[in-house]
């Protein structure tokens, strides 16, 4: 069994304090007290990486039903269709230009793009729809395949995207740097 002496043990100690006071100190001796220098190309290869290829400030998921009625000489047609959609409204950071980067002192100041619309999607296996007409529209839509379901669907986007306007779902530039300043 080996034994070691109490001062030998508190001497290793000691010499790993100033080891690690000096090293410390050699290391802060040659870093920088002045503010770190922001790089223009840097900052931009970081906004438009693909990890932040979009900044998301709004997401929902909500039900719309949409409600179509059309009557001519050959008969009418009532059609409701219902589904939940999802959507992602922000900013495409890939958008954002060396010209949109502006140094002001210390600080980099970005100019974010106009917020868009980034992706829209129905929920599966939300989709519904019923369709009531007299025979001739009927027969029409049972040729073409379903266009009375169609009609509606190409609605659905529009829709759906003047919902979230009407309900302030949609927020401006000005108030995504808000939120981003706050």
């Given at each position: 069994m080996v034994h070691t002496l109490p001062t030998a043990r508190g001497l290793t100690v000691a010499l790993w304090v100033v080891l690690l006071v000096s090293l410390g100190w050699a290391v802060g001796r040659h870093g920088s007290l002045s503010p770190a220098r922001i790089d223009e190309k840097a900052t931009l290869s970081v906004l438009q990486s693909e990890e932040?290829?979009?900044?998301?400030?709004?997401?929902?998921?909500?039900?719309?039903?949409?409600?179509?009625?059309?009557?001519?000489?050959?008969?009418?047609?009532?059609?409701?269709?219902?589904?939940?959609?999802?959507?992602?409204?922000?900013?495409?950071?890939?958008?954002?230009?060396?010209?949109?980067?502006?140094?002001?002192?210390?600080?980099?100041?970005?100019?974010?793009?106009?917020?868009e619309l980034l992706d829209f999607a129905m929920e599966p296996g939300s989709v519904g729809f019923i369709s009531k007409s007299t025979a001739a529209p009927k027969l029409l839509d049972f040729a073409?395949?379903?266009?009375?379901?169609?009609?509606?669907?190409?609605?659905?986007?529009?829709?759906?995207?003047?919902?979230?306007?009407?309900?302030?779902?949609?927020?401006?530039?000005?108030?995504?740097?808000?939120?981003?300043?706050?």
């Open positions: 932040l290829a979009f900044l998301v400030t709004r997401r929902a998921v909500t039900q719309v039903v949409l409600e179509h009625r059309e009557s001519d000489l050959w008969g009418e047609w009532h059609g409701v269709l219902w589904a939940s959609v999802s959507w992602r409204w922000g900013v495409d950071m890939r958008k954002i230009a060396p010209a949109d980067l502006s140094r002001q002192g210390d600080t980099l100041v970005v100019r974010l793009p106009e917020p073409r395949g379903g266009w009375q379901r169609s009609v509606l669907e190409a609605q659905l986007r529009r829709r759906a995207l003047e919902f979230a306007a009407a309900h302030h779902l949609l927020p401006s530039r000005r108030e995504i740097v808000a939120q981003l300043n706050a």
